[in-house]
């Protein structure tokens, strides 16, 4: 499996930013989709997930109603729109694959597929 995230770039406080991961290498029918970001310093942090067949999402509150996951089957794309961004939403955001992700997401150890991430700076 390989997930290969784009689009994280620097933005403006209150900009927009929408982040791909390309997903091959598998069927995905069965997984769920992810993104979780990690700013320095701090825990990886969960934030959407989709469910690859029917397209169900889940939200972390921390970015519910500001950001939206979404995939096309067809490209076998993940996107993550990020919108009203703030200087909090610094971080390198990553894609993440499991057949195994509960929602909400479980603790501990995750053993699915990531990608190599990708950097969003919000400059205030």
């Known amino acids: 499996v390989q997930l290969i995230e784009s689009g994280g770039r620097l933005v403006q406080a209150g900009g927009s930013l929408k982040l791909s991961c390309a997903a091959s290498?598998?069927?995905?029918?069965?997984?769920?989709m992810a993104w979780f970001r990690q700013a320095p310093g701090n825990e990886r942090e969960f934030l959407a997930s989709?469910?690859?067949?029917?397209?169900?999402?889940y939200y972390a509150d921390s970015v519910k109603g500001r950001f939206t996951i979404s995939r096309d089957k067809t490209k076998s794309v993940v996107f993550l729109q990020m919108n009203y961004l703030k200087a909090e939403d610094t971080a390198v955001y990553y894609c993440?694959?499991?057949?195994?992700?509960?929602?909400?997401?479980?603790?501990?150890?995750?053993?699915?597929?990531w990608g190599q991430g990708t950097q969003v700076t919000v400059s205030s």
């Open positions: 993440y694959a499991d057949t195994q992700l509960q929602t909400p997401p479980q603790r501990g150890p995750l053993n699915g597929y």
């Open positions: 290498g598998r069927t995905f029918t069965n997984y769920k």
């Open positions: 989709v469910t690859w067949n029917l397209g169900t999402t």
